[in-house]
């Protein structure tokens, strides 16, 4: 793990926390380990919110809903793997015999959950400062880059996530209203028959773009 440390400019305290962030609960299971990364993540999570929070309001002058959106796609699960992966933390990422065979190194959801339990393990062996700094220091980039949007295409997303568990997603018209030339579209998302959101926009594509997101964030609050 010095390779990563030095590579952060990270000068460890606690070298057990970092352990702990990078063991997944297969491995903690495995090894009759007392905790795995999984409080480290919650807490890395609210971290990296709060900093992408600060940075967009202080760095631009969009409205709320503008920098909710933002924000959204530089926290979805697809940013997060695309960091962990660039950082090479998988390297670091401790699974049971079982997640390893099945390719768990490489999953989406493990990768992506240990970059915000790392962050939570910064946070709490170096201070908010510090893990400000390398939030930044990761992120800004990919920000400033025009070529890269991690949360383009919520159907695509949207329907990855639900594929590994076998559901269905069914998009329904359920209002169309206003004028010829400014109608607007209300869609509704259900997954295996259930309401999941509702987008609302003068297409029908980018109503159901919306109704996907809106899927993702309460997949991602039932977490």
């Known amino acids: 793990m010095d390779k990563l440390f030095q590579k952060l400019n990270i000068n460890p305290n606690n070298r057990e926390l970092y352990e702990i962030a990078f063991s997944h609960s ?4 495995e090894h009759k380990k007392k905790t795995d990364y999984e409080r480290l993540e919650f807490l890395g999570d609210a971290v990296l ?3 992408l929070s600060d940075f967009l309001y202080s ?5 709320e809903g503008k920098m909710t959106k933002l ?8 940013a997060l793997y695309r960091y962990a992966l660039d950082l090479g933390l998988n390297e670091y990422i401790k699974v049971g015999h079982g997640e390893l065979v099945s390719g768990g190194l490489y999953k989406k959801t493990i990768v992506a959950d240990t970059f915000e339990s790392f962050l939570g393990a910064i946070y709490i062996d170096l201070g908010f400062e510090k893990a400000k700094n ?3 220091d990761i992120i800004v980039p990919y920000i400033e880059d025009p070529n890269i949007n991690f949360f383009s295409d919520y159907k695509s997303i949207l329907q ?3 594929q590994t568990i076998k559901k269905s997603v069914i998009y329904n018209l359920i209002e169309e209203s206003g004028p010829p030339h400014d109608k607007l579209f209300t869609v509704e998302v259900k997954i295996d028959g259930i309401s999941y959101g509702k987008g609302v926009a003068n297409s029908k594509k980018e109503a159901e773009k919306e109704a996907a997101k809106s899927a993702l964030e309460l997949l991602a609050r039932k977490k």
Do not use: G, K, P
């Not at 297969?26 to 299971?29: F, G, I, K, M, R």
């Open 134 to 136: 390398i939030i930044l």
């Open 59 to 63: 760095s631009l002058d969009f409205n």
């Open 71 to 78: 924000r959204s796609s530089y926290v979805c699960e697809n």
């Open 160 to 162: 990855e996530a639900v």
């Open 49 to 51: 919110e709060l900093v």
């Open 26 to 29: 297969s491995y903690a299971n």
